[in-house]
């Protein structure tokens, strides 16, 4: 049976997935509900615009679509189709697409999928998701006791997928590059500014909290009954 403080720090864990996020809505660690009323971003804005979310239910479809992965399975498709095929051939193949509208997903897989673990770009859709329960929660489309269920789905399948915290990282980066098919050279800087702070941060959680923490089994859904 976990103890309190354990149960907090796993929690804490849990939203730190989305300190990339957080980071650039300008939210200080430890990325509490007041450290993000201080940042002043809206929520509420940025859940409509992104994902048209604006309730409850329209949070816990988002949620299933990020565990299901958004955009993980189109590049570990593209990832496999790759895989049949020597480096060199993989080079001239992208080199000869350079004018495809889809030219960026498919540098961004050939770039990375040599790097990357099993799990792919799952570390984007993850984190993205752990910051938008925290919006939700600030616009109360979600209670804490749901915003903790949600985070700790969301951690189970972070900390089973990845290594370390650079190694989420890069998977983070990879997974926003192949999204946006911006490999841009001041793409790339804005990506590891981003990173920066979470990775060397003096107060960063992700230099605080060791990768390898245990976290409890997460409790069933609040939607789980609903759905037989």
Same mark, same amino acid.
């Given at each position: 049976?976990? *103890?309190?403080?354990?149960?907090? +720090?796993?929690? *804490?864990?849990?939203?730190?997935?989305?300190?990339?996020?957080?980071?650039?809505?300008?939210?200080?660690?430890?990325?509490?509900?007041?450290?993000?009323?201080?940042?002043? @971003? #809206?929520? /509420? =804005?940025?859940?409509?615009?992104?994902?048209?979310?604006?309730?409850?239910? /329209?949070?816990?479809?988002?949620?299933?679509?990020?565990?299901?992965?958004?955009?993980?399975? &189109? @590049?570990?498709?593209? +990832?496999?189709?790759?895989?049949?095929?020597?480096?060199?051939?993989? +080079?001239?193949?992208? #080199?000869?697409?350079?004018?495809?509208?889809?030219? &960026? !997903?498919?540098?961004?897989?050939?770039?990375?999928? *040599?790097?990357?673990?099993?799990?792919?770009?799952?570390?984007?859709?993850? &984190?993205?998701?752990? @910051?938008?329960?925290?919006?939700?929660?600030? %616009?109360?489309?979600?209670? !804490?006791?749901? %915003? !903790?269920?949600?985070?700790?789905?969301?951690?189970? +399948?972070?900390? @089973?997928?990845?290594?370390?915290?650079?190694?989420?990282?890069?998977?983070?980066?990879?997974?926003?590059?192949?999204?946006?098919?911006?490999?841009?050279? $001041?793409?790339? =800087?804005?990506?590891?500014?981003?990173?920066?702070?979470?990775?060397?941060? !003096?107060?960063?959680?992700?230099?605080?909290?060791?990768? $390898?923490?245990?976290?409890?089994?997460?409790? $069933?859904?609040?939607?789980?009954?609903?759905?037989?």
């Amino acid at each position: 049976m976990m *103890d309190a403080y354990d149960y907090r +720090r796993a929690l *804490d864990w849990a939203v730190a997935l989305g300190a990339p996020l957080l980071t650039r809505y300008g939210v200080n660690p430890p990325y509490t509900p007041a450290a993000c009323r201080a940042a002043e @971003f #809206d929520p /509420g =804005k940025l859940l409509e615009e992104t994902w048209g979310v604006t309730d409850i239910e /329209g949070v816990r479809h988002l949620a299933e679509r990020m565990w299901s992965g958004v955009h993980n399975p &189109g @590049f570990q498709h593209t +990832r496999l189709l790759f895989s049949g095929m020597t480096l060199d051939q993989r +080079r001239h193949y992208v #080199d000869g697409v350079r004018e495809h509208e889809r030219y &960026g !997903e498919w540098y961004a897989v050939h770039l990375y999928m *040599d790097r990357l673990p099993p799990a792919g770009i799952a570390a984007w859709d993850l &984190g993205q998701l752990a @910051f938008y329960l925290r919006c939700a929660r600030l %616009e109360e489309y979600i209670g !804490e006791e749901e %915003e !903790e269920i949600c985070l700790l789905h969301t951690a189970v +399948r972070a900390r @089973f997928s990845y290594r370390s915290w650079p190694d989420y990282a890069i998977a983070y980066m990879a997974g926003r590059q192949f999204a946006a098919r911006d490999l841009s050279e $001041e793409g790339s =800087k804005i990506d590891a500014e981003t990173l920066r702070v979470p990775l060397i941060g !003096e107060s960063s959680p992700w230099r605080e909290l060791e990768w $390898e923490i245990d976290l409890p089994e997460p409790p $069933e859904l609040p939607w789980a009954s609903e759905h037989p």
